[in-house]
C-alpha cells in the first residue's frame, strides 16, 4: 500500500511540476525572414534552413534568470538580406532588427527598436549548428545576432522600469568585448567608421552621460503611453517632456548612438500622437521643435504634427502583462 501511495503522490508531482514548467516560455518571439535577390552561387535551399536554424535559435534559447509568460514574449523581428556571396557559403548582409512592446490597456503596440546593421559578413555551412557562449566567440553569425537579442532585452526592460535593462546591456557589451579580440569584421569597435555601430550603441546604454536617454524612455513609455487609457492629457505631457529631453541629449552630445534609435523607433509614432486635433496647439509646437532639432534632415516630415487627423488606435488592450 505504501509503495502505491508512494507512486501516486510521484505522479501527482511531476504532473504539478509539468504544469508549472509549461506556464513559463522564452524570452523572445522574433520572427526571422531571409532575403537572397540576387542569389547567384548558394543553394537557395541553405537559406531556408537558415532561417529556421536562427528562429530555432532566438526563441529557443535561453537569455535571461526571467520567468516570461507566453503573452509576456518580447516580440521583435531579424530581417536579413543578403547583398554579396563571396563563395558559396560566405556572405555578407544587411540585417534590420525590429522589436516592439504592447501599450497598457490597449491593441497598440509600440516600436522600440528600429536599426539596420549593413554589410556583415558571415560564413555559415547548412545543418552546422549556431554556437553562441556568451563567454566567448563562436562565429559571427551568433554573436551579431546574441548581441542584438541582449540589446532588444535592454531597451525593453528599460521601458518597464527605470534603468531595468542594465544587465542586458551589460550581456551585449561582454559580447563585444569577445568580438573584438576574435573577429576582424566591423562594427565590434570605437574605431569603425559607423558611429551607431554595436560598440558605440551598448558603450552609450551603460555611460552615465547618457542616463537621461534611458530616463526618458521609462517615462515616455510607462508614464506616457501606457497612461493614455486613464488620462490622455497627462500621458502625452509624459512622453512631450521626455522628447524634450532627447532634445537636451542631442544638443549636449550630437554624436551620441542612442538618439538615432530614438528617432528611428519612435519619429512615425510621435507624429500620429501629435498630429491629433485634440492636442493644444503650444504642445504640437513644442513636439515639432522638439524633433525637428532631434533630425533636423527630416523637418518636412514633421509638418504633419500640424495638419495631420489623428492617427493612433482609440483607447491605446495589454498585449503582455507589463514587468514592472
Avoid at 531597451?155 to 561582454?174: E, H, I, R, V, W
Avoid at 487627423?309 to 491605446?316: A, M, R, S, V
Amino acid at each position: 500500500m505504501m509503495n502505491k501511495i508512494s507512486y501516486l503522490l510521484i505522479i501527482c508531482c511531476l504532473l504539478i511540476l509539468g504544469s508549472r514548467m509549461t506556464t513559463y516560455a522564452q524570452e523572445m518571439n522574433a520572427q526571422v525572414i531571409i532575403q537572397t535577390p540576387k542569389l547567384q552561387v548558394a543553394d537557395p535551399k541553405l537559406f531556408k534552413t537558415l532561417e529556421t536554424e536562427l528562429r530555432n535559435f532566438v526563441n529557443e534559447s535561453r537569455w535571461t534568470n526571467e520567468n516570461f509568460q507566453v503573452e509576456e514574449r518580447v516580440e521583435c523581428s531579424f530581417l536579413i538580406s543578403i547583398i554579396e556571396e563571396v563563395s558559396q557559403n560566405t556572405f555578407i548582409a544587411n540585417i534590420t532588427v525590429q522589436s516592439n512592446r504592447p501599450v497598457y490597456n490597449s491593441n497598440y503596440n509600440s516600436m522600440v527598436l528600429n536599426h539596420q546593421d549593413k554589410n556583415i559578413k558571415f560564413s555559415y555551412f547548412e545543418y552546422e549548428p549556431l554556437e553562441f557562449n556568451e563567454n566567448g566567440f563562436e562565429s559571427e553569425l551568433t554573436s551579431v545576432i546574441g548581441y542584438y537579442v541582449y540589446l532588444i532585452l535592454g531597451l525593453d526592460f528599460d521601458t518597464f522600469s527605470s534603468m531595468g535593462g542594465n544587465p542586458y546591456y551589460q550581456k551585449a557589451q561582454q559580447v563585444v568585448s569577445y568580438a573584438q579580440s576574435s573577429s576582424s569584421e566591423k562594427g565590434w569597435t570605437p574605431l569603425d567608421y559607423n558611429r551607431v555601430n554595436r560598440y558605440w550603441i551598448v558603450e552609450n546604454m551603460l555611460n552615465s552621460k547618457f542616463a537621461p536617454m534611458r530616463q526618458a524612455a521609462y517615462s515616455y513609455h510607462r508614464e506616457g503611453l501606457d497612461m493614455m487609457y486613464n488620462d490622455t492629457k497627462s500621458a502625452r505631457t509624459k512622453v512631450l517632456n521626455a522628447m524634450v529631453t532627447v532634445q537636451n541629449m542631442q544638443k549636449a552630445q550630437s554624436n551620441s548612438a542612442v538618439v538615432p534609435l530614438f528617432v528611428n523607433a519612435k519619429n512615425q509614432e510621435i507624429i500620429s500622437i501629435f498630429s491629433d486635433k485634440e492636442v493644444a496647439f503650444p504642445d504640437k509646437t513644442k513636439a515639432y521643435n522638439a524633433m525637428i532639432a532631434i533630425d533636423p534632415a527630416s523637418i518636412q516630415k514633421y509638418q504633419k504634427i500640424n495638419t495631420n487627423p489623428n492617427n493612433l488606435p482609440g483607447g491605446i488592450t495589454l498585449g503582455r502583462g507589463g514587468r514592472k
